[in-house]
């Protein structure tokens, strides 16, 4: 068995990055950045006053100063400002040439018609000089960049209209079990639904993947042979839950080997989720996963999330919050690393949520994250670190 991190390792190695598409800048946001995006002018592009005031010369400051003209924003200035002269500015209007210093307008008392004086004791420049933000030609967004909305201020700033972006993998998702049922079916005997289905399906779509969704295949290894074959054709990854592991109608891995997929890995060191399938053909991908629902849950976030956007060339950030914990915990055993779901409480501390085993998907639902004990590692004493990955 292979540890989590050696499944990404390999995962990792074996992804075709997708190619590359314009998209609207108004609908790039979430998308990675293929290409580095230059500046095409300096920012600002002239010298700006950050304030409503009067833009003069700094040596004239202890003077009576004539007001020339008003200047708004959104118009250039006409005269230049010359000795004793000074010129009332609007926030984000062009400073007039011969201007070093703008004092605002609360630090200005009229002395006479069209005259002001500056009764403040000291001012800032207060002007935004051209290219101090950025200059023709600096690199202002980097390619593999994950665009946040300050992202997609910048390349509108700099008249990007259309950015190049990696394409997202379109993921098909499949259910495999006889005893599943639909969501908005009452279960028979020996029935229960399907959660797994729907949960990967709203697990995709978090991130903005399309997802095309089989339902449930029951175990019949032609009927799922055939869905897998028609998955394949349809979507660039294809998830199933269920049919992984080692029981007489667990039939994905033989279906898998028989489409001419190379199969990497089929377990992982970790609890839940131990038998995980990862196989690739080409550019396209299989990823088998448990089909008790926390597992499945759990290996979509510490696996197929990481490896589905490693498909569009981005390397998605573990985030992990060091935090002291509640309360105590032992476990028997101890030869995997085990996710156990936790939340916050108003202490700033962890205290494990009431979890029965990796069909118990209901302990996930007020689930802050969770948190990984170490194979080897039977005990956590109170007060002890530990770190949360959240949800």
């Known amino acids: 068995m292979i540890t989590l991190e050696q499944a990404l390792e390999i995962a990792f190695s074996k992804a075709h990055i997708m190619g590359t598409e314009t998209v609207n800048l108004m609908q790039s946001t979430g998308r990675i950045l293929s290409e580095d995006v230059l500046a095409d002018a300096d920012m600002p592009p002239f010298n700006k006053s950050a304030m409503d005031g009067y833009a003069c010369r700094r040596e004239d400051l202890e003077k009576e100063l004539s007001v020339i003209e008003l200047i708004p924003a959104g118009h250039s200035p006409i005269h230049p400002i010359n000795p004793g002269q000074c010129s009332k500015i609007m926030t984000g209007a062009q400073v007039p040439p011969g201007a070093d210093t703008v004092f605002m307008v609360e630090f200005s008392q009229q002395t006479a018609p069209d005259k002001v004086r500056f009764i403040g004791k000291k001012t800032n420049t207060n002007i935004c000089f ?40 379109v993921v098909g998702i499949i259910s495999t079990g006889s005893e599943l049922v639909g969501p908005e079916e009452v279960p028979g005997p020996s029935k229960i639904r399907n959660s797994n289905g729907p949960q990967l399906y709203a697990q995709a779509i978090s991130f903005g993947l399309k997802v095309n969704y089989y339902g449930i295949i029951v175990d019949d290894e032609q009927l799922i042979g055939q869905t897998i074959e028609q998955s394949i054709a349809q979507n660039d990854v294809t998830i199933l839950s269920g049919g992984v592991s080692v029981g007489d109608f667990d039939f994905v891995p033989q279906i898998i080997h028989e489409l001419g997929f190379d199969i990497h890995f089929n377990k992982i060191s970790i609890k839940p989720g131990q038998h995980t399938t990862f196989a690739t053909k080409g550019s396209k991908t299989i990823i088998g996963l448990p089909g008790n629902p926390v597992s499945s849950f759990i290996q979509f976030e510490v696996f197929a999330k990481p490896y589905l956007w490693r498909l569009m060339n981005y390397q998605l950030a573990e985030i992990r919050l060091p935090m002291p914990m509640n309360h105590g915990f032992t476990r028997k055993k101890s030869d995997r690393d085990e996710s156990l779901p936790v939340q916050i409480t108003d202490k700033n501390e962890v205290q494990l949520v009431a979890y029965h085993g990796s069909a118990h998907i209901h302990a996930y639902y007020k689930a802050f994250g969770f948190i990984t004990v170490a194979a080897g590692k039977t005990e956590l004493m109170k007060g002890e670190t530990v770190h949360v990955r959240p949800l």
Do not use: R, W
């Open 130 to 169: 051209q290219g101090e933000d950025l200059k023709k030609e600096d690199l202002v967004v980097s390619s593999e960049t994950f665009l946040k909305p300050q992202h997609i201020a910048m390349l509108a700033s700099v008249g990007c209209v259309n950015p190049m972006v990696y394409k997202k993998p």
